[in-house]
């Protein structure tokens, strides 16, 4: 006698583990435009290279014989992976079981996902779809509350975060637990075309609120990508999935460790003549400035992350001569480039990535200064923007910032961290607040009084925009150097490489990790 | 294929300078956006025809709108 019987029936099980729903319900699922969780894993990682966690976990029934009649797989896929070479652990809901609402083996297998992740000290990626719980119970039968010794379920989520680079998905419906985890991440992205983010659905909501609204007026990629739940769109699932990849390949495994530095064929020296027109001399005239890091950049390395939100600041990673660094800059085609109260959360969240996972920070400027108006005061503009500050110069990471155009008032602070390299364009202007603002306060009188108070205030404002030349500041020493555009990128590809032994002791926790 | 240029941002119409019908080339600028005292130019993503054009010169107008088409 052997252990035969045994042996076929664990082949059984992982045969219906991997059919999933079975065949009605993964053709639904294909019918909505959607791919199974495994399906999605599949896209995601290196060919060939899951090592699966509980797959026997599910529930099963069995005939008085102690036959197998029906076995039904916990609806939440786990297990390590490797993507670019790298080990990963990746886990998900499936959708073709009971909704991806978390069954009892289900719920088990997706609170592991952080403790495994956290314990072997490697990027996490979850790819949601599905709700949390049910009034009527997860698994059917009455099942005990959790005890008051039970570790806090949060716990583990918040350390990943802490940790190691977790990066999420949202692939269809997201609601309830699985959405608090999938924006408790450093990337989210979400698949315009079948994915919704919501903390309840439309039934729930109008029962509640009296508002009848549709999943994708309610929570769709428009409303959150929108609003900064989420920080990517993508087109489709496969986009969403070649998105997550991307981030990662910036990303170190985890904060004992720092990010890879890839081989870099854009050459170091490159000097790009279009960045010497760039910036028009009218200095009302706004320009291009994603041009201006795409041509800085290691070529083709930039990954804008959030765009859609806090528009006025751009955030991404990029490479110089192969180092993963993260880039802020100002778009002064959304709102002068001014610090919103988005983009100074948006921004704030992004100082904080780079400060946990060590990368330096890159920065662009041209800050016109807080946002002002009533929408903005209403918004908490100071508050938001104070504490970008703050949290700026707490970094330990290396800055190198690049006055591109404007840098003014309070806000301006944000964009230099603590002991910056900072290289000034010919076009910088800098000082307490821009000139317009304050030539209508300080001259006010003056251009009252004029025969033609507009001529008289345009031209005080040309005189004393005069008065901003970057090259006392040079002079002074206030920059470090005073440069030709076309220098931008070798200047940093030599700092980048001058504060590599900078980075060696910064391995370890932050004093401040990143929160959603 | 047609394309229809949509305001990045809220603001005020500051000068346009094409009219409907205009034949423009890729890149060349359509109109100009005042937007927290910046001009901020858009330009023609095609070259072709201007089919629409939504915008008049001091329109204060929101983000999102279709301001032009180029077919």
Redesign the interface.
Known sequence: MNWKPEADEIAKRRELARAQGGPEGVARQHEKGRLTIRERIGALIDDGSFDEIGEGAGSAERSENGELLEFSPANFVLGFAKIHGRRVIVGGEDFTLKGGSPSPAGLRKSVYTEDLAVQHRVPLIRLHEGAGGSVGGSGGGPSLPGPVFAPSRFRSVAEAMATLPVATAAMGAVAGLPAARLVSSHFSVMSESTAQVLVAGPAVVERAMGETLTKDELGGAGVHTRNGTIDNGAEDEPEALSQIRAFLSYMPQNVWELAPVGPCDDPVDRQEEALIEIVPR?R???YDMRRILALVVDEGSFFEIGKGHG?SQITGLARLNGQPVGVWAND?????G?MTADGAQKAQRFIELCETFHLPIVTFVDE?GFMIGSKAEQAATIRHGARTVLTASLTRVPWASVMVRKSFGVAQAAHYGPEPYVLAWPSAESGPLPV?GGVAVAFRREIEAAPDPEARRRELEEQLAARQSPFPRAEALSVHELIDPRETRPRLCRWIERVQPLLEPLKGRTGFPVRP | MAETIEL??GGTVWKILVREGDTVEEGQELFIME???????YTAPIAGQVTGLHIREGDVVEEGLAAAEIG
Do not use: H
């Open positions: 009218e009302r005239r706004a528009r002064c085609r959304q709102l002068a001014s016109p317009e | 990045e941002s937007v927290m005292k910046m001009e901020v130019p």
